[in-house]
């Protein structure tokens, strides 16, 4: 493999021995060549940085190969060929610009690698910064931000347009923390996480807040819909023994959820006290339960 002098390594892909053994001699040492049919087998731990074949698409990739090759991450030169490939040599190309080519290429291939690894350690710090480490939902800066953009496009929305926000909150949780230990506690926060994640469609965010609150956004749904989804959803959180593997009482849900709409002359701020003075209103009444707020008494 090329990391700057060193070799790159090549799979010459052909049905004819004679180009192939044609293309191992013109490489000679400038690459670390080897020779397979165009149907092929390679392992992971193998992964070449060029194929030279004579037959495009390059058929029977294996393991990563695929996904390689379509996002450049393995260079492809055609010979004699029409189709998809970084470089197309004619059938009386040169054995110099064989060579030239395979140099060229693998500097670019090489290249495309690096900021590919770039670009996913940049996406992995996005996943921390936006994550909450335990349940692997969104956390509370993730929920802020997305809070006041959802706001925003409300309010360039058509009037059926609405945002459902919900707060919801584990009932009892910090006796069962002291009951049973903060490693039963935070099994019950992954398990509530993981149901979150497993009721809501895309267009939903869920988050947890800290502790043991949890909000979530209600895009795209009709107005009546709101208390009605956000209730199903708080039930289906409930967290039985079976769910925690120890014999804790089941941890039921309250909840309080706002509904704002295009006409609405909230900020985010009001939205947010709303929701939570309709959770307090949940667990006043009693917990276990959902209570619908208003933006009104703002």
């Not at 060929?81 to 395979?102: F, M, N």
């Not at 002291?178 to 965010?205: I, P, W, Y």
Request: charged letters at 25%; hydrophobic letters at 45%.
């Amino acid at each position: 493999m090329i990391h700057m002098a060193a070799l790159h390594k090549v799979l010459l892909l052909s049905k004819s021995s004679c180009w192939r053994d044609r293309w191992m001699r013109e490489l000679g040492d400038v690459a670390d060549a080897r020779a397979a049919l165009d149907s092929f087998h390679i392992s992971e731990g193998d992964m070449p940085d060029l194929i030279v074949t004579d037959s495009l698409p390059v058929s029977s990739p294996v393991g990563e190969i695929a996904e390689l090759v379509s996002r450049g991450e393995i260079g492809v030169i055609g010979i004699g060929t029409t189709g998809c490939a970084d470089v197309i040599l004619s059938h009386d190309y040169t054995g110099r610009e064989l060579r030239l080519g395979c140099q060229l290429m693998a500097e670019v291939v090489h290249l495309r690698r690096r900021m590919a690894v770039e670009l996913r350690s940049q996406h992995a710090l996005r996943k921390m910064a936006y994550s909450d480490p335990l349940t692997g939902l969104a956390n509370r800066r993730k929920w802020d931000q997305e809070l006041v953009s959802r706001m925003e496009r409300l309010r360039g929305g058509g009037p059926e347009a609405v945002l459902g926000i919900a707060l919801l909150d584990l009932d009892l949780f910090k006796r069962l923390n002291d009951q049973f230990g903060h490693t039963v506690g935070d099994t019950v926060l992954r398990r509530v996480g993981q149901k979150l994640m497993a009721n809501l469609s895309e267009q939903h965010l869920a988050a947890r807040l800290g502790g043991d609150e949890f909000g979530i956004l209600l895009s795209e749904i009709l107005p009546n819909d709101v208390s009605r989804v956000v209730d199903l959803i708080r039930r289906t959180l409930e967290c039985r023994p079976e769910d925690v593997g120890a014999e804790v009482p089941t941890v039921t849900i309250s909840a309080g959820v706002v509904l704002v709409a295009p006409t609405d002359v909230a900020h985010p701020p009001d939205a947010l006290q709303a929701v939570s003075r309709a959770l307090l209103a949940a667990k006043g009444a009693g917990r276990n339960q959902t209570v619908m707020g208003s933006l009104a008494a703002n």
